[in-house]
T-cell receptor, first 114, second 110 residues
Framework: EAGVTQSPTHLIKTRGQQATLRCSPI?????VYWYQQALGLGLQFLLW???????NRGNFPPRFSGRQFPNYSSELNVNALELEDSALYLC?????????????FGPGTRLLVL | SQQGEEDPQALSIQEGENATMNCSYK?????LQWYRQNSGRGLVHLIL?????REKHSGRLRVTLDTSKKSSSLLITASRAADTASYFC??????????FGQGTTLQVKP
């Protein structure tokens, strides 16, 4: 069974540009989560989507946004990139709200903002 | 903010020895999960322990949970060089999000 997949693996952007990161959950999982792992800041929760709706949001500015598609895949968009957005962005999936439990992570997208 | 505090921050042991990592948290939880991360890659799920459980085993891993002290420990027995990685605890509490500790970096010397 395929795990969580993310694309691209690496992304280089310049300050002010927009970045789009993609995630495909494990088959049968309806919840998708996004986390940021920046140097020195640890793993921080960004967003949680379930059944196409945003269920929870971490303490990040509005320029971090996303969506979940009918096939449960998800996009994370970061607008007006800043240098400190450079980080590893991890996506995870789990069974839906009712059966919340283990979150399975993808390999991540490493974003570098120059 | 990070709820989990992990101790120690770094641990270096010889192959074959046991490694113990501790995690403390602040609020009530549904479950606590332990993950491993190799060299800045994705997280690998190790074990989940629910708030009504006290101990759980999986292969060479043993996790304990003390909700009265808001703490958990991960024991890796008979460590191997391949266990070298960063280990994170994460708590989940009805919000869907995982709150991670800062992690313990484990080095197992062959």
């Amino acid at each position: 069974e395929a795990g969580v997949t993310q694309s691209p693996t690496h992304l280089i952007k310049t300050r002010g540009q927009q970045a789009t990161l993609r995630c495909s959950p494990i088959s049968g999982h309806t919840s998708v989560y996004w986390y940021q792992q920046a140097l020195g800041l640890g793993l921080q929760f960004l967003l949680w989507y379930d059944e196409g709706e945003e269920r929870n949001r971490g303490n990040f500015p509005p320029r971090f946004s996303g969506r979940q598609f009918p096939n449960y895949s998800s996009e994370l968009n970061v607008n007006a990139l800043e240098l400190e957005d450079s980080a590893l962005y991890l996506c995870a999936s789990s069974l839906g709200q009712v059966a919340r439990g283990t979150q399975y992570f993808g390999p991540g997208t490493r974003l570098l903002v120059l | 903010s990070q709820q989990g505090e992990e101790d120690p921050q770094a641990l270096s042991i010889q192959e074959g020895e046991n490694a113990t990592m501790n995690c403390s948290y602040k609020t009530s939880i549904n479950n606590l999960q332990w993950y491993r991360q190799n060299s800045g890659r994705g997280l690998v799920h190790l074990i989940l322990i629910r708030s009504n459980e006290r101990e759980k085993h999986s292969g060479r891993l043993r996790v304990t949970l003390d909700t009265s002290k808001k703490s958990s420990s991960l024991l890796i027995t008979a460590s191997r060089a391949a266990d070298t990685a960063s280990y994170f605890c994460a708590t989940e509490s009805n919000t869907g999000k995982l709150i991670f500790g800062q992690g313990t970096t484990l080095q197992v010397k062959p």
